[in-house]
């Protein structure tokens, strides 16, 4: 089931929330949908859900069109809506049921998911409450369990993690993990580490467009071209013998010492080029003693800066 | 259809749910039954083993009972966000309204066939025209329907239940008190068509016994009329631009 948006564009006035943006989602694929507020990602999944009509383009799951065969589509779609919506006066149990049936789930089956549900969900404490009852946290995950219930092949969750306590967000990405080996999971968020922690590959959407595209690792080389290291050595001569002796080396670009630090280097590689092992080299070489040799990554952070603030 | 059924059933026990059915029920009796058999141009007042009392008081109360019921069932899934819910599971929007009406409509014929006691009682006192009575129950059903359409179309233009409220009393108004006045002051084509579009003209030949397929169709093709804005008004979020 894999998901392919194409050139979509959803006008609000005149305002565009989503802009001609197009891309695939491959099946058994954690999708992590990351941009600031506003950016168009609650749109794009209101669309993809079959809930709103794109303005212009098309977004096809499993090679059916959103617009021609939403009835298809909605039944191998699993929705967790951004503000998790819910029958506050239904208790637990009863909602999942009702829920299953909306959702085609042959009769003799329900109360299997019903319970299976609630198991995964961990929902078993609370299950006779009425969902007005529960705390945030269990009413998200009352959430979860609707939008699981009829075990769908995709899942698309709009911020899964919001208002919950740490224990219970490394929960639900655990689960959304362990969901993600056999179904397709797009998942929106802007907290960054979340995507890290769960998503194979990440889009960063910005004013309704698409600024990037890739896994995490391959955002940290496009935002960061080069390897950056933090290398410190002892018992070398001068800093000075030890910059020229660092510069003469083929893929370092530029070695820049760190002032507070003695013999402390920060240097920067040539594009698509490690110098590790060179330096290593060289310090075995010289009777150098290297004490500290550490890439510095870019952080998610300031990839996602960079690419949402004009 | 499936689906229209499940969502009636869901609807339905969040009525009994609530404390919604169970007023709705007393009230409605209770009102009925006096106007019917105790106070002003009760039966026994004008002398007649007829409902008719009961289908005039019956009338005026559904009127403002059935917008009280459904001016929650859109407006609040549109203030809470559940409507999203709903609309991405795989029922059409034509589905949801119907499992709407048809829950109202539910609720309805229990609190009429509640009142039917009031007909066996007839029976006891003296000659009822049968025929008449069944009638004018077949008629109160459709004025239902029309109601409740109306009421559902007024809950899907808003998320606030007071609005939906109001409004659909503001429309009925119209189907009730002013075509007919204006018909009164126009003539000709004019005339003809408010007093078409009146409702209590056809409500009445209807409670007295004369079943016509025009004041059938009248009331079947306003209340498709009503359902079906209210799906064009929840189909205008795909075309907002």
């Known amino acids: 089931m894999g998901i392919v948006v194409s050139n979509l564009t959803k006008k609000y006035g005149t305002q565009r929330a989503v802009n001609n943006i197009s891309f695939e989602v491959k099946t058994g694929e954690i999708l992590g949908f990351l941009g600031p507020n506003g950016a168009g990602k609650t749109t794009t999944m209101k669309i993809i859900t079959c809930f709103m009509a794109p303005s212009d383009g098309d977004v096809k799951v499993n090679g059916q069109s959103v617009i021609e065969h939403p009835e298809i589509i909605k039944r191998s779609i699993g929705y967790l809506p951004e503000s998790n919506p819910l029958y506050l006066d239904m208790p637990v149990l009863e909602y999942l049921d009702y829920v299953a049936e909306l959702q085609r789930v042959p009769k003799s089956k329900i109360p299997d998911r019903i319970v299976e549900m609630v198991k995964v969900c961990g929902l078993d404490v609370e299950k006779h409450k009425k969902i007005g009852e529960l705390s945030k946290g269990y009413k998200q995950r009352v959430g979860l369990a609707q939008a699981m219930i009829h075990d769908p092949e995709i899942l698309i969750l709009d911020e899964p993690t919001t208002g919950l306590d740490p ?57 960061h071209g080069q390897e950056v290291l933090r290398v410190q050595v002892l018992e070398a001569g001068s800093k000075d013998e030890v910059i020229t002796a660092i510069q003469s080396l083929d893929t370092v670009a530029m070695v820049d ?54 | 259809m499936k689906s229209v059924w499940t969502i009636a059933v869901k609807e339905l026990r969040s009525f009994f749910d609530s404390l919604t059915a169970y007023i709705l029920l007393v009230v409605f009796l209770g009102l009925s039954g006096f106007f019917t058999w105790l106070f002003g141009s009760d039966i026994f007042f004008i002398g007649q083993a007829t409902l008719q009392p009961f289908f005039s008081i ?76 069944w009638s004018g129950y077949f008629g109160m059903l459709l004025v239902s329907m029309t109601f409740i359409s109306i009421g559902l179309f007024a809950s899907s233009i808003t998320n606030n239940q007071i609005v939906a409220f109001l409004l659909a009393l503001f429309i009925g108004v119209f189907f009730l008190i002013i075509f007919n006045v204006l018909a009164n002051n126009f003539t000709g084509q004019t005339a003809l068509l408010f007093n078409y579009l009146d409702l209590s003209t056809h409500y009445e030949s209807i409670s007295r016994g004369v079943i016509d397929s025009r004041d059938i169709i009248y009331f079947l093709s306003l209340s498709y009329f009503g359902l079906l804005l209210a799906e064009m008004s929840l189909a205008k979020r795909n075309i907002v631009e």
């Open chain 1, 167 to 223: 224990n219970q967000i490394v929960e639900i990405r655990k689960l959304i993990r362990e969901l993600g080996r056999e179904k397709t999971v797009i998942l929106s968020t802007h907290i960054l580490p979340e995507v890290e922690a769960t998503s194979d590959r990440i889009l960063i959407i910005n004013d309704g467009k698409i600024v990037a595209d890739g896994t995490a690792e391959t955002l940290r080389k496009q935002a």
């Open chain 1, 257 to 310: 010492p760190i002032m507070d630090a003695e013999f402390s280097f920060l240097i920067n590689s040539k594009e698509n080029a490690s110098s590790k092992k060179s330096i290593f080299n060289l310090c075995v070489q010289n009777n150098w003693i290297l004490t500290e040799l550490t890439p510095i990554e870019t952080k998610l952070e300031d990839i996602f800066r960079e690419l949402t603030t004009n």
């Open chain 2, 58 to 133: 019956a009338y005026w109360t559904l009127f403002f009972f059935i917008p009280a019921l459904t001016m929650r069932m859109i407006a609040e899934e549109k203030r809470s966000g559940t409507i999203e819910l709903m609309l991405t599971k795989p029922i059409s929007d034509w589905e949801f309204i119907l499992g709407k009406f048809l829950a109202a409509f539910l609720l309805i014929f229990i609190a009429l066939a509640l009142t039917l006691p009031y007909y066996v009682t007839l029976l006891f006192i003296g000659h009822v025209d049968s025929g008449a009575v």
